[in-house]
């Protein structure tokens, strides 16, 4: 691979470019689903390839191929050029890069069980257990399950002299109930909605989610949401589970933060931000105890957005986002890093594969564990609304307004979790909802959220981001009905 | 825009002849008989794209791509799978069909399965346009200068992109069937920003030229202008005039739906109201990739031919897009289908 690498660095450098850095990547992937017992999906795929992005006359041009001879990649590597030269002739200014420095390096996520070599069987009998357990369950209309394998090989090259293998591996699984009444559709979903829980990790993930012990549990949930009380309409406390305070995080935080869409870069397609430059240190984003972190590194755990150097050759870092409650810092790549006067890229340019442009996208973003056991944080709270497991979400192209809705929410009462409650909703601004968190749950409660499906950019690029959360209270929010029958 | 081949850069690599194609597709049939697989079905399918990306009233990501990749399904003693790779080599393409044959393997038998069409008879549908397979670069880049250059006179910011690209899909059977469709697509659109106010245009089609870059640049920035007084209105019950982009917005929430599974699962808004007065009467949706000002690969997944699918009456649920498939409480006749590969968005008017 470094071979053809070192060759497009060559004919891009030959053609006129004064940049240019190199992917080859080669993606495997296994897809397993179940539905109402039968198998669904059962598909595996490889896809190789080499994207070079180069800048010539001062503009950046872009061009991947799959013809992996020495002359599909010389033609590759040239077509890339020849593409910046065009971008220079509607460029406003030359574009300069935050310096780095070069990098010669191998890293491997770490993993247990190498998910591709445990029978498929295996994974299929339990995906189908798993649907049984769940269809047991009388009033449940739809019983769905899913894994996902996926292992990415990746060599970057540039011309400032890095060379960096990265070998990822990662899992999902998830269940989903299903039960429709009445012209009602209730669901719940196991660990996590979407897809379920995607980690850097091997089979060993698949294992630790205990899914036969929960799938009961989900579809008794979804058809005694059918009888539950509707959730009330009111402004009040609402405590918001981890993986919906999740959600929220890459919403509400995680987006506005990116740095190309605060300068406009994303204004025709995924939108702009609310954080404008002025903001920077100056905005108090959030109440004290909120803290948010961007961290690729592994210490911070097994996440989506855990790598080793981003796919422009920066090192995985960690940056502070929301301190002591006060707006800190953005995502940014080596370009955005120099409009903005930063010294450094914060590295966070990712690409989905070998045929697309990195860009900036979230790493991890994670808000820090406070101090609270989640049974002291009940015990403190007489009146509130607690709501778990994404169902729709929706905000604004600045990331200010916005309304979630759950599965499924539960009436606390009196310090004590009492009925639950169904069509859950709450809305809010950004910046007043988190100015309004008082309780933060401790470490022990901490989980690291995969969301395997963030969409960005033209062409469309589909990134797996991660959020750690544990459960937290909010005041005075506007809560309400997602549905209710005319 | 300048015709083709008038630019001094070279347009974007073109699609492999059809003969190319098939040679690929019957090569992966033949090895897929060779390894024991009682029914293969194949699908080539080829990707020619590029795009300019620009904000600020520059552009700031420019992009090409080519890719093709091959899926492979096998069928064995009531079983089946898919593997799918970008190599088509003699050995890549054998690995992926005993990858598929040993997922296949791993399974229960499903009684349900059917057996694999056999050939089909295909309407012509002509939406590959040499004129838009020969735009450049630079051809991209004028266009975008231009609608940047108007930005910047009025004192707007531009942002938008401006694509082209070719794709080529072919579907390949064990029992006989072959398709392959070819279209080229063309699309640009712009968002112009002026103070807070903002107002986008778009356009896309099969032929670059049915649309003109630098008209909808004057629309969408004549709209931001107008709109830099706009006030706001209490909450309230308005009559709302939506332009046909943001209708085809809310319209394609709906388009999963009227999917003939959705309703057999249950999950869809159709459930329990098929038939019913469900919209306004003014109020008719046709599912129909024929259309002239239609773009789409006019068969499924499994290589039937897709048809003229009316979905809503006056009003009113009429019918819905089945795969072969489909359980028969709710099937009728083989119509559009999303089955075991790719998914056929429903297209709507």
């Known amino acids: 691979m470094w071979d053809l690498s070192a060759h497009a660095l060559d004919i891009a450098k030959l053609r006129g470019a004064t940049y240019a850095d190199v992917r080859v990547m080669h993606l495997r992937q296994r897809d397993l689903t179940t539905k109402n017992g039968q198998v669904g999906t059962l598909a595996q795929s490889e896809s190789l390839g080499l994207g070079i992005r180069v800048l010539a006359n001062g503009a950046w041009g872009f061009a991947s191929t799959d013809r992996l001879s020495r002359d599909g990649v010389a033609a590759c590597a040239a077509q890339a050029v020849a593409i910046a030269k065009a971008s220079a002739l509607a460029k406003r200014s030359d574009v300069v890069m935050a310096p780095e420095d070069a990098y010669v390096d191998s890293w491997q996520s770490p993993f247990r069980k190498d998910p591709f070599e445990i029978p498929l069987e295996t994974q299929l009998a339990l995906l189908l257990a798993a649907d049984a357990e769940m269809r047991r369950v009388k009033g449940v209309t739809l019983t769905e399950t899913d894994m996902q394998f996926r292992k990415i090989d990746s060599w970057f090259a540039s011309s400032i002299g890095s060379r960096i293998h990265q070998r990822k591996v990662i899992s999902g699984c998830g269940v989903v109930a299903t039960s429709f009444e009445n012209g009602e559709i209730q669901k719940r979903s196991y660990p996590n909605s979407f897809g379920g829980q995607h980690v850097l990790q091997g089979y060993e993930l698949i294992e630790s989610l205990d899914l036969l012990k929960h799938a009961p549990r989900v579809a008794e949930e979804a058809v005694a949401l059918h009888t539950a009380a509707q959730c009330p309409q009111k402004t009040g406390t609402l405590i918001l589970g981890g993986s919906q305070l999740g959600l929220q995080i890459h919403e509400s935080v995680g987006h506005p933060i990116e740095l190309d869409r605060v300068l406009g870069q994303e204004a025709n397609f995924a939108g702009t931000s609310f954080l404008t430059l002025d903001q920077l240190n100056k905005l108090r984003y959030g109440a004290d105890i909120v803290n948010v972190v961007a961290d690729a590194r592994l210490e911070h755990g097994p996440g989506l957005g855990t790598f080793a150097y981003d796919d422009e050759g920066v090192p995985a870092q960690c940056t502070d986002i929301i301190k002591e409650g006060q707006f800190r810092g953005y995502l940014s790549s080596r370009e955005t890093a120099h409009l903005i006067g930063l010294q450094r890229s914060s590295g966070t340019m990712r690409t989905e594969s070998w045929n697309r442009l990195p860009m900036i996208r979230m790493t991890n973003v994670s808000l820090l564990p406070g101090t609270w056991s989640f049974d002291d944080l009940l015990a403190d709270t007489n009146d509130a609304i607690l709501m778990e497991t994404n169902r729709s979400w929706s905000i604004d192209d600045r990331r200010y307004q916005f309304q979630f809705s759950t599965e499924i929410a539960w009436e606390i009462k009196g310090g004590k979790k009492t009925r639950m409650l169904k069509n859950p909703s709450y809305s809010g601004i950004t910046t007043e909802f988190w100015n309004s968190c008082d309780a933060i749950c401790n470490s022990e409660h901490w989980t690291l959220w995969g969301t395997p499906n963030c969409g960005k950019g033209q062409p469309m690029q589909t990134m797996g981001t991660g959020h750690g959360a544990s459960p937290a209270r909010f005041q005075n929010i506007h809560i309400g009905t997602a549905f209710a029958k005319s | ?349």
């Open chain 2, 1 to 349: 825009m300048s015709p083709a081949g008038k630019s001094s850069s070279k347009a974007d690599a073109a699609l492999l002849p059809e003969r190319q194609i098939r040679k690929i597709l019957d090569r992966a049939l033949e090895l897929g008989k060779s390894v024991g697989s009682e029914e293969t079905e194949v699908h080539v399918d080829e990707v020619v794209d590029a795009l300019t990306r620009f904000a600020n009233n520059a552009i700031h990501q420019n992009v090409a791509e080519h890719g093709l990749t091959v899926s492979i399904r096998t069928v064995v003693d009531g079983r089946t799978a898919r593997a799918t790779t970008n190599r088509i080599d003699e050995d890549s393409l054998r690995s992926a069909i005993q990858a598929s044959l040993s997922l296949a393997h791993s399974q229960p038998k499903d009684p349900r399965l059917l057996s694999l069409p056999g050939k089909q008879r295909y309407r012509t549908v002509n939406r590959f346009v040499k004129e838009t397979a020969g735009v450049t670069p630079e051809d991209r880049a004028r266009a975008v200068r231009r609608a940047c250059d108007l930005a910047v006179k009025r004192g707007q910011t531009a942002a938008g992109i401006f694509s082209t690209g070719q794709t080529q899909n072919a579907i390949g059977n064990s029992r006989g069937l072959f398709a392959n469709y070819r279209e080229t697509h063309a699309e640009f659109s712009i968002t112009m920003q002026e103070e807070s106010a903002a107002s986008w245009a778009k356009a896309n089609s099969a032929k670059v030229s049915d649309f003109e870059p630098q008209r909808l640049a004057e629309r969408a920035s004549e709209k931001a202008h107008r709109a830099t007084n706009a006030h706001e209105l209490p909450p309230g019950r308005y009559t709302v005039v939506l332009e046909p982009a943001a209708v085809l917005d809310l319209v394609g929430f709906l388009f999963y739906d009227f999917s003939a599974t959705a309703v057999a699962d249950k999950r869809s808004c159709l459930n329990q109201r098929m038939g019913k007065q469900v919209f306004g009467k003014n109020i008719s949706i046709t599912d129909d990739v024929y259309h002239p000002l239609q773009l789409g690969v006019p068969f499924d997944g499994e290589g039937i031919p897709r048809q003229r699918v009316l979905l809503v009456d006056r009003g009113v649920p009429k019918n819905l897009v089945y795969a072969r498939a489909t359980p028969k409480p709710q099937r009728k006749s083989p119509r559009d289908t999303d089955s075991h590969c790719r998914t056929n968005m429903a297209k709507l008017l």
